[in-house]
């Protein structure tokens, strides 16, 4: 006589696994929106990063157009947030402040990124003297305040790169030479992420050191897999979930220390338009203006808690056993 199976089992039997369905990503997702901080900061991101595509396109008024007869306006239905001291649309500067901010924070974050995983991948995976040299070169430019350090690259290779401009037009005078409008760019990119990468490296070597002790990376070396493929294809791709949260706050974390450095006047400098600098702009007139200082400030603060609202979703949703034990 056959054995009956039970229903329940036949049920199982016939179905797919739940497990096999899951969707790790769709999971995730599904747990940050569940989190309305969380889906507040990301809504609050995305309209930063539309801002910063389209907003200059869109502007009521070109960001440099003064007038000087309608200066220090409060808001009206004509410039909805005043204008400054020159006569100049605060709403068109402050979406034009919105591109130069969202161009340092994801474009430094993303060398910042890059950096830190190159190094941490290294030390975290070779270790010996190379992972020592690294961790001692990452405690060395720690221990140095961030935003100093930042001055002092500016304000040190602002001058010689500019003057070697100078005479390199004098003697080809080529107009590309003249226009040094990105220089400032440029040296907010690289004094930013000198100062951001170590974060990431260290962060990236403790994921590292955790992984490569694994028993599939430990089966990749028995069958001879190259030991450059284990790092790139197998360690890092496993070890980077982590810096998925801290990316976040990175881009507020750069685009706090632009604005400080525009506000003192060795950022991004006019003709571009810059938070920071429309904060410096008005800091004289802040008393009898308010809204001048409270406008950029007020933008400043809503994104980067907006980063930070995100990024501890991120980690909430990534990280669910982390959760369950708070």
């Given at each position: ?198 974060g990431f490296a260290r962060l990236l070597r403790g994921q590292v050191l955790s992984v490569r002790e694994t028993l599939y990376v430990e089966a990749a070396r028995a069958i001879g897999v190259d030991e450059r493929r284990i790092l790139t294809h197998y360690i890092i791709p496993n070890a980077i979930g982590p810096i998925i949260v801290t990316v976040t706050a990175g881009v507020g974390g750069a685009i706090t220390l632009e604005s400080g450095l525009s506000f003192l006047g060795i950022g991004v400098q006019p003709p571009n338009a810059s938070w920071g600098s429309m ?48």
């Open positions: 006589m056959a054995a009956t199976v039970p229903s329940e089992r036949l049920t199982s039997l016939s179905q797919p696994e739940e497990v096999a369905q899951r969707n790790l990503w769709k999971e995730a997702l599904h747990r940050l929106f569940l989190n309305r901080l969380a889906t507040l900061g990301l809504v609050v991101v995305v309209l930063f990063i539309l801002a910063g595509l389209v907003g200059p396109y869109i502007t009521p008024y070109d960001f440099l157009e003064q007038e000087i007869d309608n200066a220090l306006a409060k808001p009206t239905a004509r410039h909805w947030l005043g204008t400054d001291a020159l006569g100049r649309d605060i709403l068109s500067r402050l979406l034009h402040g919105a591109r130069t901010a969202a161009f340092v924070g994801f474009f430094t974050t993303a060398i910042s990124l890059f950096i830190g995983i190159v190094l941490g991948g290294i030390a975290g995976y070779v270790r010996g003297l190379a992972d020592e040299f690294l961790m001692w070169l990452t405690d060395v430019t720690m221990s140095v305040p961030g935003l100093l350090l930042a001055m002092l690259m500016n304000t040190a290779l602002k001058r010689p790169i500019a003057a070697w401009f100078d005479d390199m037009y004098m003697q080809t005078k080529n107009p590309f030479y003249l226009d040094t409008l990105w220089l400032d760019f440029v040296l907010v990119f690289g004094a930013l992420a000198f100062i951001s990468w170590p904060l410096s702009d008005s800091f004289s007139l802040w008393i009898s203006f308010p809204h001048l200082m409270i406008i950029p400030a007020a933008t400043i603060g809503v994104i980067v808690f907006a980063f930070t609202f995100l990024g501890d979703g991120l980690n909430d949703a990534l990280n669910p056993r982390q959760v369950i034990k708070k």
